[in-house]
């Protein structure tokens, strides 16, 4: 049973527009989240989290919400570049648990089009 | 500081050979991990280390050994490749505090090739 998903595999949008990531997760005791931005050939590198006492969390263009009823997250970029299409990658972990026992999704392939 | 670092880049391998997949971190974190990750799907946690001579297992630990003698090394042991390891494994690091706020820094990956 898969923790965490990322429904959509890829998505395509234009420079300059708003760019949004889903994550959506099954086990109640996550409650540290983050998302992890992945380039060809390199490791992913972290980009933003988020706890689960906040519903939002903003860092420049990234901005990551957090709906815990839902239990599910989104990574919004704005506005989004180029240099964005990565592979970004959503991940849990529990209470307790060190961030290197975290569970991540299949990943999300941004292209921004100039 | 190099941060994570990861060798070879590249290894092709046959099946039933053995090898040694290299991981040292220079940052004087207590946990390392390392990941697999095979073609549209995540990391997957093979073996993992909260410290020097301590490591467990993860989600897929079999067919491999891990051992952590020093802070700075975490090397990945395949002991009888099989074509099913083909994949890019990642090492990564943490401080290693007991809670979940915490942040992995990644390795570039090796990309193992199993004929």
């Known amino acids: 049973d898969q923790q965490v998903k990322q429904n959509s595999p890829s998505l395509s949008v234009q420079e300059g527009r708003i760019s949004i990531l889903n994550c959506d997760y099954t086990?109640?005791?996550?409650?540290?989240f983050l998302w992890y931005k992945k380039y060809p050939a390199e490791g992913p590198t972290f980009l933003i989290s988020?706890?689960?006492?906040?519903d939002k969390n903003e860092d420049g263009r990234f901005t990551v919400f957090l709906n815990k009823s839902a239990k599910h997250l989104s990574l919004h970029i704005v506005p989004s570049q180029p240099g964005d299409s990565a592979v970004y990658f959503c991940?849990?972990?529990?209470?307790?648990?060190?961030?290197?026992?975290?569970?991540f999704g299949d990943g999300t392939t941004l292209t921004v089009k100039p | 500081n190099a941060g994570v670092t990861q060798t070879p880049k590249f290894q092709v391998l046959k099946t039933g050979q053995s090898m040694t997949l290299q991981c040292a971190q220079d940052?004087?974190?207590?946990?390392m991990s390392w990941y697999r990750q095979d073609p549209g799907m995540g990391l997957r946690l093979i073996h993992y280390?909260?410290?020097?001579?301590?490591?467990d297992q993860g989600e897929v630990p079999n067919g491999y050994n891990v051992s952590r003698s020093t802070t700075e090394d975490f090397p990945l042991r395949l002991l009888s490749a099989a074509p099913s390891q083909t994949s890019v494994y990642f090492c990564?690091?943490?401080?290693?505090?007991?809670?979940?706020?915490?942040?992995?820094?990644f390795g570039p990956g090796t990309r193992l090739t199993v004929l």
């Open positions: 990564a690091s943490s401080y290693g505090a007991e809670t979940s706020t915490d942040t992995q820094y």
């Open positions: 086990n109640s005791m996550f409650d540290y």
């Open positions: 988020i706890s689960s006492i906040k």
């Open positions: 991940a849990a972990s529990a209470p307790n648990t060190n961030a290197g026992k975290s569970t």
């Open positions: 940052m004087n974190h207590e946990y």
């Open positions: 280390s909260v410290g020097a001579g301590i490591t």
